[in-house]
């Protein structure tokens, strides 16, 4: 039997081991090595229904989709159509945002890296029809520029739906769906890939799950969630395709080969897949042993110790995906599942795949030090926010400091989450950490610089840039 073969058994026990403890419902697995693949499935799709998950289910991608936009704008560029340094009105001439300067200089590049700057999170509905995309495009006029163009990283979903306006136009097709379908999935028989409900139904398809009633500070019991996509105007971000893990996959194997199809006919440039992958944006660390996280044009890039990954992860309602694949070894993994608390069931998936296939080390989820680092708490106190989000942060009675998280704008009705509040340790003068696992996990978020006062002028939680509001929480 090959190492793969005789993994199968205790990935299929894992998966088994944190349905249970971590309330997923369902979930589906494939790891590949090479020519090699294995898929394993367990739980439901459905706690209403009982229908089985098997290796065949599809389940919402989310951010994974963000690959296949940067890979139809990479298409695009192969074909001269389209240059990463040009403005974005260049090719989508209704584009703008609240800041006139932002407006005229934001590059393709800077929207592929997540450097645009303008509020990320936007998730507001305009309907079914295939102008929904376009329609999300001319409401951005007022959105607000949290950072200059190319100043730093932010997560900007916002950004992904302009580059599939600019798909639609460049290509004059009537969606960015239709432009996926023609360019992407038929050419490289993703038979189980789709992007609209209606679609959906030939398959058997996952819905989310969310917290239903319970105690505690761990995840409760789950319901099925009462909406099951986000809006299509935010489909090139992630908001509504569905794959399986087989699929998924193929759409790693397609990247490695340097953007050969299965059937060896050449669908993106070899000079344009390498592209993807090389370094744009260097991410703040959290400390120094920290692993190097970087961003490519669509893919996330980790230096681990014993070699380099490149993937997406992605979170829809009650649904969260990972890709994750190791281009030395030809070794990845994908996951997907549909609720519960999917952190350690993925921490444990990754830390096996590549550490007995690929020889790289995953270094263990990070924990309070002891004795916790003394930190001032006038750098922390305050409101931080972005277009999604908000973060308070307070000091109790006793001196503890607290965060409340919650969500804001469209997404606090999408996602059905309830704002959580965690007491905080310090992990470093500029670092937070929550004091007590939640799921067996401590939340972490940096607070890197400060004004003349010594108060902290933004939050970074690892992903998204958050600006100070208000000297104090309320």
């Not at 951010?63 to 009105?89: H, N, W």
Request: charge should be negative.
């Amino acid at each position: 039997m090959s190492k793969l073969a005789d993994l199968a058994p205790e990935l299929g026990e894992i998966l088994e081991k944190y349905r249970r403890e971590d309330y997923v419902p369902g979930m589906t697995l494939a790891v590949m090595a090479g020519d090699e693949v294995i898929e394993c499935a367990s739980g439901v799709l459905n706690l209403n229904t009982g229908v089985e998950a098997t290796p065949d289910s599809l389940f919402q991608i989310g951010s994974i989709t963000k690959t296949f936009t940067a890979t139809l704008v990479m298409q695009l560029v192969d074909e001269g159509l389209v240059d990463l340094d040009k403005p974005v009105r260049t090719y989508v001439p209704e584009f703008s945002v609240a800041d006139p300067e932002a407006t005229e200089s934001v590059t393709v590049r800077q929207l592929l890296c997540h450097t645009g700057g303008f509020d990320g999170d936007v998730f507001n509905d305009f309907g079914r029809g295939d102008d929904a995309v376009a329609r999300y495009v001319e409401a951005l006029k007022d959105r607000d520029q949290v950072f200059p163009p190319g100043q730093m990283f932010s997560y900007c979903n916002s950004g992904f739906s302009v580059l599939g306006r600019l798909v639609e136009r460049v290509r004059e097709l009537p969606s960015w769906e239709v432009a996926l379908r023609k360019h992407l999935i038929e050419p490289l028989g993703l038979e189980h890939t789709v992007t609209l409900a209606e679609e959906t139904i030939r398959f058997r398809t996952a819905i989310g799950h969310v917290e239903g009633e319970g105690e505690g500070d761990n995840v409760a019991e789950q319901r099925v969630a009462s909406r099951w996509q986000l809006p299509r105007s935010t489909a090139p971000a992630g908001a509504t395709p569905c794959a399986s893990t087989r699929d998924l996959l193929a759409w790693a194997r397609f990247h490695l080969s340097g953007g050969l199809a299965q059937d060896g006919t050449r669908r993106l440039s070899a000079a344009s897949a390498a592209a993807m992958l090389e370094t744009q944006v260097v991410l703040p660390a959290f400390d120094e042993n920290f692993p190097h996280t970087s961003w490519g044009l669509g893919w996330a890039l980790t230096e681990f110790k014993g070699g380099r990954l490149f993937g997406h992860s992605g979170g829809t309602i009650g649904q969260t995906a990972m890709l994750e694949i190791a281009p030395a070894s030809g070794v990845a993994y994908a996951l997907l599942t549909n609720g519960g608390a999917p952190v350690r069931l993925i921490q444990a998936i990754r830390t096996r795949v590549f550490g007995e296939l690929a020889g790289i080390e995953i270094p263990p989820r990070r924990t309070p030090p002891t004795p916790p680092i003394e930190v001032d708490p006038r750098r922390f106190i305050g409101r931080y926010q972005d277009v999604g989000a908000y973060y308070d942060v307070r000091q109790e009675a006793d001196g503890a400091l607290v965060i409340e998280t919650g969500l804001r704008g469209a997404l606090r009705e999408q996602l059905e989450e309830e704002p959580k509040t965690y007491r905080m340790t310090g992990y470093s003068p500029s670092v937070l950490i929550t004091s007590e696992p939640k799921n067996g996990v401590h939340g972490r978020w940096a607070f890197p610089e400060t004004d003349a006062d010594g108060r902290a002028t933004s939050m970074f939680d690892g992903t998204r840039v958050a600006l100070r509001v208000d000297d104090a929480a309320e």
